[in-house]
T-cell receptor, first 118, second 108 residues
């Protein structure tokens, strides 16, 4: 089945620094990837939709200047958390849809990145 | 009103029993529905997806969709301790919206 690889799986950083998270689709091309954030005991919240070759689409309330998304190729999207603060500590999960990337294709998730900002 | 609603649980069932999970959604135009399982500290994994009214069976799992009533359910037959997890219902519109999840505990 489709595999989505996410790296790193966990990271600890100091407040004020930036952290980059990579998301790769290993055996399919993904024109669209999605970035979610999940706080403890809460459901996944969509942060932004990453579009290959164009700007990401951010959900309401998500700061685009703080969460930089780059989708440079059909298999790679990156999320950079800039000037991280302790409240940014969360579980970040990327996902991609196989097939044409539209409609009903199932969404496959990366393994997630546990970010802790000290 | 939340877009996707689930009972948070926890739902506790004995081993071998049927676990029944329910999910309702607000957008009548939604067409695609997904159930994901998430173990603590792990990323969600897809269990089933359903697009048409009725039942869809895959092994011990059965998804049921009723678009008129705007609900989708998941049945887990012959529940095993390894089924203990949080089950997320997701509905696809222009984005995939998740319910808060139902925590299931299967007692050995």
């Amino acid at each position: 089945g489709a595999v989505v690889s996410q790296h790193p799986s966990w990271v600890i950083c100091k407040s004020g620094t930036s952290v980059k998270i990579e998301c790769r689709s290993l055996d399919f091309q993904a024109t669209t990837m999605f970035w979610y954030r999940q706080f403890p005991k809460q459901s996944l919240m969509l942060m932004a939709t990453s579009n290959e070759g164009s700007k990401a689409t951010y959900e309401q309330g998500v700061e685009k200047d703080k969460f930089l998304i780059n989708h440079a190729s059909l298999t790679l999207s990156t999320l950079t958390v800039t000037s991280a603060h302790p409240e940014d500590s969360s579980f970040y999960i990327c996902s991609a849809r196989e097939g044409s990337g539209t409609g009903d294709s199932p969404l496959h998730f990366g393994n997630g990145t546990r970010l802790t900002v000290t | 009103q939340k877009e996707v609603e689930q009972n948070s649980g926890p739902l506790s069932v004995p081993e071998g029993a049927i676990a029944s999970l329910n999910c309702t959604y607000s957008d009548r135009g939604s067409q695609s529905f997904f159930w994901y399982r998430q173990y603590s500290g792990k990323s969600p994994e897809l269990i089933m997806f359903i697009y048409s009214n009725g039942d869809k069976e895959d092994g011990r799992f059965t998804a049921q969709l009723n678009k008129a009533s705007q609900y989708v359910s998941l049945l887990i037959r012959d529940s095993q301790p390894s089924d203990s997890a949080t089950y997320l219902c997701a509905v696809l519109d222009y984005k995939l919206s998740f319910g808060a999840g139902t925590t299931v505990t299967v007692r050995a």
